[in-house]
Nanobody
Framework: EVQLVESGGGLVQAGGSLRLSCAAS????????IGWFREAPGKEREGVSC????????YYADSVKGRFTISRDNAKNTVYLEMSSLKPEDTAVYYC??????????????WGQGTQVTVSS
């Protein structure tokens, strides 16, 4: 069964840190571009960070640049999002996404169930 499972969310005070994990089963994460997204109440889901399958390049939203770090552990088939200097506006449900291009117009696309991050002021 193909599955993505996020973990590591929780309640933290502003300025604190958390590490989110995205563990894959049923497929190899290294073959996929992995993205972290978040969705705050009343807001649209937004991209936070991603790591490319092709060369491991990483990208960050301006709002998290310098505070969040994405990484991949191929041996554990897991991608991490290290979050530091957390702010109340980082509060959201964080989702992991795995995407792989199959043909010029089709993709394999998987989502996890999400993990709640709450940052108190």
């Amino acid at each position: 069964e193909v599955q993505l499972v996020e973990s590591g969310g929780g309640l933290v005070q502003a300025g604190g840190s958390l590490r989110l994990s995205c563990a894959a089963s049923g497929f190899t994460l290294d073959d996929y571009t992995i993205g972290w997204f978040r969705e705050a109440p009343g807001k649209e889901r937004e991209g936070v960070s991603c790591i490319m399958s092709s060369d491991g390049s990483t990208y960050y939203a301006d709002s998290v640049k310098g505070r969040f770090t994405i990484s991949r552990d191929n041996a554990k088939n897991t991608v991490y999002l290290e979050m530091s200097s957390l702010k109340p506006e980082d509060t959201a449900v964080y989702y992991c996404n795995a995407k792989k291009q199959v043909t010029s117009s089709t993709y394999l696309n998987y989502w996890g169930q999400g993990t709640q991050v709450t940052v108190s002021s």
